[in-house]
């Protein structure tokens, strides 16, 4: 609902419009509360606008296409990546300044991270495991490549995944090929684990 109101912040919007590309419940679901909201206009109370604005809107109806273009693809943008991330992120997956710890568990991290979120890239190495952890806050995932399982089940790209205080999870990605992922997460984690407890003092 936050979605098809554009209060969501750039991180878990741009999430978001990410998983809405496969999605089609809950592409449907937008388009309700977009219908919803069409329709409240006609009980809202009218306001007074500048001449300028009222001709930006006036424009963007009649030119709806101009406004789009600025959603226009990175040019060497990798196709395996979400059409509404492709301009943010600059080069194909495996050509992006990832960092990390170990070969097995790397980070990206995206521009748009504001004050209250972090967004990023995950890349779990083919049948490795991220270090147990808990969580502060909310971490909202998507998965974009490869698969991974925890506790709770089995994920594939598109899948979406919340985490919060009450998870304590090792996501493990499938033997066959690296899992990447998008995360947005409103607090750091907190490992739990051995290295857990030697890794808290970097990533806080
Ligand atoms: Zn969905």
């Given at each position: 609902m936050q979605f098809a109101?554009?209060?969501l912040t750039n991180a878990l919007g741009i999430q978001t419009a990410c998983h809405l590309e496969h999605c089609v419940e809950c592409q449907r679901k937008v388009a309700m509360y977009e219908r919803l909201g069409g329709e409240l206009l006609d009980f809202s109370a009218?306001?007074?606008?500048?001449?300028?604005?009222?001709?930006?809107?006036?424009?963007?109806?009649?030119?709806?296409d101009a406004t789009q273009q600025t959603d226009a693809p990175h040019i060497n943008a990798d196709p395996r990546i979400p059409r509404p991330l492709q301009r943010f992120v600059p080069d194909y997956y495996e050509h992006l300044p990832w960092q990390g710890f170990s070969k097995s568990i790397q980070s990206y991290d995206l521009p748009f991270s504001d004050d209250r979120y972090a967004a990023r890239f995950y890349n779990i190495a083919a049948g490795k495991d991220r270090p147990q952890h808990t969580h502060k806050g909310?971490?909202?995932?998507?998965v974009m490549s490869g698969s991974f399982s925890d506790l709770s089940g089995d994920y594939h790209p598109g899948d979406f995944v919340l985490a919060d205080t009450s998870t304590h999870h090792q996501p493990r990605a499938h033997d066959k090929e690296d899992c990447i992922c998008f995360a947005v997460m409103d607090a750091p984690l907190k490992l739990t684990g051995f290295f857990g407890r030697l890794l808290n003092p970097f990533i806080n």
């Open positions: 109101a554009g209060q009218p306001v007074a606008v500048s001449d300028s604005i009222k001709q930006r809107i006036l424009d963007r109806i009649h030119n709806p909310n971490e909202y995932t998507l």
